[in-house]
């Protein structure tokens, strides 16, 4: 089950109101919409996105299968406004790692896919098997902070001149062989593989134009990289920040939540 991360903080920052809109812009299993919704009754919406729904529509909840890079599109196409909070829970769920069959667990036998829209064509076995040992590298290096990013890539071109890289297993054997980070190179491709810091730097200047004056905007993201491109957009004279510095689980929750562990919210208001 997927476990809504610093569910309280988020509630207590966005400060959801009788009536109000909201946009999850990430709304997975629909862990923090739920609670949002509660707060915005009886006539306030939460407009839910996600590259690949597994909820289903219900009362004053739309729901939207989209990036949320066209985040202006999507509240043209449904109309949805005013919009007075907005709220990204940044990365995969849980689901992904344990059912979507996908490749994103180093601890499973499956195909190395880790796409979130299983529409799209670019997959981990492609960019394994036919990028550059280059631009392998320098996904591991830039998205991965992997250290031995030269020599995981350097295996991985010995290993696909043998025969192609297929499933976990397979790259888990090539990154131990490494000395490399089993996380961090998954975490590396998975990145990769689905565009993360674009979208994110598409969407974040979209975000804030479609908020209301003194809407909310909040983040939580779980690597380094994405925490300091919030960071820095949130420097903006025009904007308040609500969280001066990024609010963190306790250890009550990645004790319970071992997922959260990485967790960093930040809010403003507009
Ligand atoms: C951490 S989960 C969100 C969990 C959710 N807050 C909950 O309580 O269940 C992140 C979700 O964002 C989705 N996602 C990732 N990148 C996206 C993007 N660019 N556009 C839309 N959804 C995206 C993933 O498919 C995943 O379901």
Known sequence: MHIPVLQKEVIEYLDPKPNENFIDCTIGEGGHSAAILERIAPRGKVLGIDRQLRLKQKERLILAEDNFANLKNI??????????????????????????????????????????????????????????????????????????????????????????????????????????????????????????????????????????PGGRLAVISFHSLEDRMVKNFFKNPSFEILTKKPVTPSRAEIEINPRSRSAKLRVIRK
Do not use: C
């Not at 499973?108 to 064509?121: H, I, Q, S, V």
């Not at 499933?167 to 490399?180: D, K, V």
């Not at 810091?197 to 975000?207: E, G, I, M, W």
């Open 75 to 212: 509240i043209e196409q449904y109309k949805f406004h005013p919009v007075n909070g907005i709220l990204f829970d940044l990365g995969m769920s849980s689901w992904h790692l344990e059912e979507s069959g996908r490749g994103f667990s180093f601890k499973k036998k499956e195909p190395l896919d880790m796409r979130y829209d299983p529409k799209e064509g670019l997959t981990a076995q492609k960019i394994i098997n036919y990028w550059s040992k280059a631009e392998i590298e320098r996904i591991l290096r830039e998205y991965g902070e992997e250290r031995r990013a030269s020599q995981i890539a350097e295996r991985i071109i010995e290993t696909r001149k043998v025969r192609s890289i297929e499933n976990t297993p397979q790259l888990r054997a090539i990154i131990e062989g490494a000395r490399g980070n089993l996380a961090q190179t998954f975490q590396a491709l998975r990145v990769a593989v689905n565009d993360e810091l674009n979208n994110l730097d598409k969407a974040l200047p979209q975000a804030v134009e479609i908020l209301e």
